[in-house]
Structures are given as C-alpha cells and as structure tokens.
C-alpha cells in the first residue's frame, strides 16, 4: 500500500470528505498545500471529468505522489441542469444556496428535482482512473441546516437536508462518498497485499 497520497483542492470540506472515507486504508490525504504545491487552474473543461484531470494534472506536475482530484456540482432539472460545471461560479461565495432558491422561486415542488455529481480522477505517473457518483434529491424552499457546506442546505433527501444529516449520514449516500468508495476499492486492489 501507498502511505501518502494528494488532493488537487482548495476545498477544505471536500478534503475532510476523503479522509473520512479514505481513513481505514492507512492512506494519508494530504491537501495540495501541505504537499508543497500551490495551483489554481482554469477550469475550462466541458465535463466534471475534464476538469477533475486539469486540477489533478496542474498538481501532479509539481509533487511526486499520487494525486486525486474532484469536481462536482449541482444539476437542477428545471434549469436545463446548471449551474452543473459552474457550481462554484455562478453564485458569489456563500451566496450559493440564497441565489439558487431565488432563481427557482416560481418553480413548483413537482419539478425542483437535482442531482449532485462528483467525478474523482486519480493520476500515478501514467497511471489514470476515474470515478463517479451521483446523489439524486430535490431543491428545497428554504435553506435547512448547519453541516456540510455549498448547496447541502437546499438540497433535499426524502425530508431533510444534507446540512441537516451527520457527516457519516451525508458520506453514506452522498455523490462524492459514491466515488470515493470506488476510489477505495481501487486503491485497495492496486495496492494492497
Ligand atoms: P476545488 O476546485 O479547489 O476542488 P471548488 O469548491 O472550486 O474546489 P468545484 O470546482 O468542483 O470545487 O466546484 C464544486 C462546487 O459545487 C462547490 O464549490 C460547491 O458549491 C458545490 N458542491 C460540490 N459538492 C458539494 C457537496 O457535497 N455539497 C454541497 N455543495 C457541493
């Protein structure tokens, strides 16, 4: 097994995320920084995948561990599946959930269904793989909770929020928990005894 691998992100919660999830592999997450890499890359690609493999090139050009990168969004039916790739850029930071339900204010409860999609690329060298997962839910009315970050408070699961779920809750059924556990599974049979 690997002892130490990278996260191309900037996102602190997405970090906290994979290390929940990629703990019992003995595998440490070590964020972009703490790797002694600093990037920012455009993100100019038309998939998440795409952009996944930009940030997860632009690092691994500058350590020599493992990398893995992760871009995800929110797809919202009713609006022809944006903000999508323009997750993070459609709304001003923290305004995310406020700006969304003011968009969607005339859209009725039969049609706010969404769904988040996270895509993991994890580069070795020459060595790709990527991975997937989506979580399929609903926008809600009003934002409900504290945990989680970004859309969680909006984006609804049966009756209640992700931002109103505990983090092994959200990880259980969440986009990004579905990935990682692929990622896992990967990593389990490249590098375990
Ligand atoms: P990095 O590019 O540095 O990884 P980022 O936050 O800019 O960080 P993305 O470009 O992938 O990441 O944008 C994804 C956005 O989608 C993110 O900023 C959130 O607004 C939203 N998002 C993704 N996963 C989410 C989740 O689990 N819960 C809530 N919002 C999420």
Do not use: W
């Not at 996260?7 to 440490?28: D, F, Q, V």
């Not at 839910?137 to 984006?155: H, K, L, M």
């Amino acid at each position: 097994m690997i002892t130490k691998l990278v996260m191309a992100t900037n996102n602190a919660n997405k970090l906290r995320e994979a290390r929940e999830i990629l703990s019992p592999l003995g595998i440490e997450v070590l964020s972009q920084r703490e790797a002694g890499a600093d990037c920012d890359p455009e993100e100019n690609g038309a998939t998440f995948e795409e952009n996944a493999d930009i940030k997860a090139k632009a690092v691994a050009a500058q350590v020599k561990l493992p990398v893995i990168a992760d871009d995800s969004g929110l797809c919202v039916e009713a609006l022809g599946g944006r903000p999508g790739v323009f997750s993070a850029r459609t709304y001003p930071a923290g305004e995310e959930c406020s700006g969304l339900l003011n968009d969607m204010r005339d859209i009725p409860e039969n049609d706010r269904g969404a769904y988040f999609e996270c895509d993991i690329v994890f580069l070795d060298g020459e060595s790709y793989a990527a991975f997937s997962g989506r979580c399929s839910g609903s926008i809600g009315f009003e934002s409900r909770g504290t945990n989680g970050f970004g859309y969680d408070p909006v984006f609804m699961v049966g009756d209640r929020s992700l931002a109103e779920m505990s983090a092994d809750e959200k990880n259980s059924i969440s986009h990004r928990g579905a990935a990682l556990r692929e990622l896992y599974r990967f990593l389990e049979e490249r590098y375990g005894e």
